[in-house]
């Protein structure tokens, strides 16, 4: 009776086995995604925090500056964090000010291009981070 239970297993691992490689699939690219949401949040609240020591200038005149700076410190986190690389093809940082001194504000939104390890259960899309973070420089209406 026993010789008859081999194919049985044979069988039943045949059947197990594209449910159990899906699911580790996508266990890996779940992770990857989350692994990059999470080092694009770090890189985003440290872009922002080093945009914010920038002066923005008079009627925010300097802002190329601060968006340079927030796109350098974003990139700078990334490659560190083990995120890769990130240039102006695949990364974006847009900067938002709102607010009056002595309580003025940004808002940051940092994105990248995200592509997944194996792309059976999760697709190429973009990755955004926000932030709002207080600006260091008040100035004054005139």
Do not use: H
């Not at 009776?1 to 699911?23: D, N, Q, W």
Request: hydrophobic share 45%.
């Amino acid at each position: 009776m026993r010789k008859y239970r081999s194919g049985a297993t044979a069988l039943e691992f045949a059947l197990i086995l594209p449910t159990f490689v899906l699911l580790l699939m996508s266990v890996m690219d779940f992770g990857w995604l989350f692994f990059q949401r999470a080092t694009l949040d770090m890189a985003a609240t440290a872009g922002c925090r080093a945009a914010t020591l920038i002066d923005p200038g008079i009627g925010d005149s300097n802002m190329g500056r601060v968006e340079d700076v927030a796109f350098e410190g974003m990139a700078d986190q990334l490659f560190a964090a083990g995120g890769g690389v990130c240039d102006t093809s695949d990364c974006y940082v847009d900067l938002i000010p709102y607010g009056e001194p002595p309580g003025r504000s940004m808002i940051c939104v940092i994105g990248r291009d995200f592509e997944p390890l194996i792309g059976m259960t999760v697709s190429p899309m973009t990755l955004e981070s926000s932030i709002a973070v207080r600006m260091e420089w008040q100035r004054w209406a005139d």
